[in-house]
T-cell receptor, first 115, second 112 residues
Framework: SQTIHQWPATLVQPVGSPLSLECTVE??????LYWYRQAAGRGLQLLFY??????ISSEVPQNLSASRPQDRQFILSSKKLLLSDSGFYLC??????????????FGPGTRLLVL | GENVEQHPSTLSVQEGDSAVIKCTYS??????FPWYKQELGKRPQLIID?????GEKKDQRIAVTLNKTAKHFSLHITETQPEDSAVYFC???????????FGKGTRLSVIA
């Protein structure tokens, strides 16, 4: 069965510090991968998505970036964190069967607090 | 692009009553409509989904209906229980590589 991992689970970082969040998926190949951010009590904001290795689409202009160095690995980074980057970061994957996407599943999330 | 509207934003029901959450979408190419439940501090979990080739799908106390002509779909929870209290998100998408578009969520409170 498929499993999605995210780490770290929680993170407290000072303003201006760098960030690296990692997401890995097991049990599937060539998934579509997504990064979402959720501010406290708010909805799901799509940040980046990837349909393959090295292919990244950005949904919002931010001080964040994403990379997909391997088929089942998705990394979210920042060179300098802002206070507004605080939130719950969720990685998600969607399997593919031929040309068609299947159900989307979320990882356990990383709770980031920028002070 | 796709736009998904979800109503209401908050909903309170008495335990045992039914709850209905409604979503509308704009892109007629959308053919996949999942619903997620997010408990406090947890990840969203898929609870039910429907594809455009069916009009209704049921799983125990949960059902989803889809009206493609009117471009709206609804989540129905019957015999609500306190553990149904959570935020519910609807989403719409197609079978290609376009990401799902989510509604803004409905906070459901079931009062014992």
């Amino acid at each position: 069965s498929q499993t999605i991992h995210q780490w770290p689970a929680t993170l407290v970082q000072p303003v201006g510090s760098p960030l690296s969040l990692e997401c890995t998926v097991e049990g599937t190949s060539n998934p579509n991968l997504y990064w979402y951010r959720q501010a406290a009590g708010r909805g799901l904001q799509l940040l980046f998505y990837s349909v393959g290795i090295g292919q990244i689409s950005s949904e919002v202009p931010q001080n964040l970036s994403a990379s997909r160095p391997q088929d089942r690995q998705f990394i979210l980074s920042s060179k300098k964190l802002l206070l507004s980057d605080s939130g719950f970061y969720l990685c998600a994957w969607r399997g593919r069967r031929g040309r068609f996407q299947e159900t989307q599943y979320f990882g356990p999330g990383t709770r980031l607090l920028v002070l | 692009g796709e736009n998904v509207e979800q109503h209401p934003s908050t909903l309170s029901v008495q335990e045992g009553d039914s709850a209905v959450i409604k979503c509308t979408y704009s892109d007629s190419a959308s053919n996949y409509f999942p619903w997620y439940k997010q408990e406090l501090g947890k990840r969203p979990q898929l609870i039910i989904d429907i594809r455009s080739n069916v009009g209704e799908k049921k799983d125990q106390r949960i059902a989803v209906t889809l009206n493609k002509t009117a471009k709206h779909f609804s989540l129905h929870i019957t015999e609500t229980q306190p553990e149904d209290s959570a935020v519910y998100f609807c989403a719409a998408g197609d079978s290609g590589n376009t990401p799902l578009v989510f509604g803004k969520g409905t906070r459901l409170s079931v009062i014992a």
